[in-house]
Structures are given as structure tokens and as C-alpha cells.
């Protein structure tokens, strides 16, 4: 079982920078894929972007690429995304995923985690 634990939302100031944190719990070699997801009110979650914990391989949505970094610490099970350059459309709930995928074509779909934290929100204004 894996327990996912995220912190780190908050409010900010367009332009602003934002770390959020993701404490991965449990058994995680059977973990190929980690992933932030993103919902903004009354909206569908966006995938924003993933992390192969083996391999260091990432993806990242193109509405974040150049201003979001995704990361991880293996010696702290964490996995992070740093935000910078923070919109008003970034303003949404953000959860960390993490699963086994079949492919890392599917890092956006959200149906293929087979976890999910409980989310932290993000307010840019």
C-alpha cells in the first residue's frame, strides 16, 4: 500500500515562485510513474507533470513547460514540483499520483494512478 502526503499550496502573488512536496509512503518498487495533477474549480484535472523514479525521465504539460520543474529526493521519498513565474490560471487544487503505468504516454491520464494524495491548494492572485 502507498500513502501519498502532499504540502506546500498556499496563496501568492502572480510572478511568484511555490515549491509543493509529495511524501511518498509505503512500498514503492512496484511505482513506475510519479505525477502532479492539477483541478481547478469545476474543472477536469490537467495532468502538469510526471517523474520515472528509476530513470529520472519527465514530462510536463506545455501551459507549464519552463516555469514548473518536477523533482525528487530518493533519500527523503519525496517528490516535488517546483512553480515559478505562477499565473492566475495556475490557481487550482494540485495532487500527486503515482502508479504503475503501461506506457509513459499515459503520464497525463489520471485513470491510470493507482494513487492519489488527498491534494494541496494553489492560489495565484
Known amino acids: 500500500h502507498v500513502q501519498l502526503v502532499e504540502s506546500g499550496g498556499g496563496s501568492v502573488q502572480p510572478g511568484g515562485p511555490l515549491t509543493l512536496s509529495c511524501v511518498v509512503n509505503g512500498t514503492t518498487t512496484s511505482l513506475n510513474c510519479m505525477g502532479w495533477f492539477r483541478q481547478p474549480t469545476g474543472k477536469d484535472y490537467e495532468g502538469v507533470a510526471s517523474l520515472d523514479p528509476f530513470h529520472g525521465a519527465t514530462n510536463y504539460a506545455d501551459f507549464v513547460k519552463g516555469r514548473f520543474t518536477i523533482s525528487q529526493d530518493q533519500t527523503k521519498n519525496t517528490v516535488y514540483l517546483q512553480m515559478n513565474s505562477l499565473k492566475p490560471e495556475d490557481t487550482a487544487m494540485y495532487y500527486c499520483?503515482?502508479?504503475?503505468?503501461?506506457?509513459?504516454?499515459?503520464?497525463?491520464?489520471?485513470?491510470?494512478?493507482?494513487?492519489w494524495g488527498q491534494g494541496t491548494q494553489v492560489t495565484v492572485s
Open positions: 499520483a503515482a502508479g504503475w503505468l503501461g506506457g509513459s504516454w499515459y503520464w497525463s491520464t489520471p485513470s491510470k494512478y493507482n494513487y
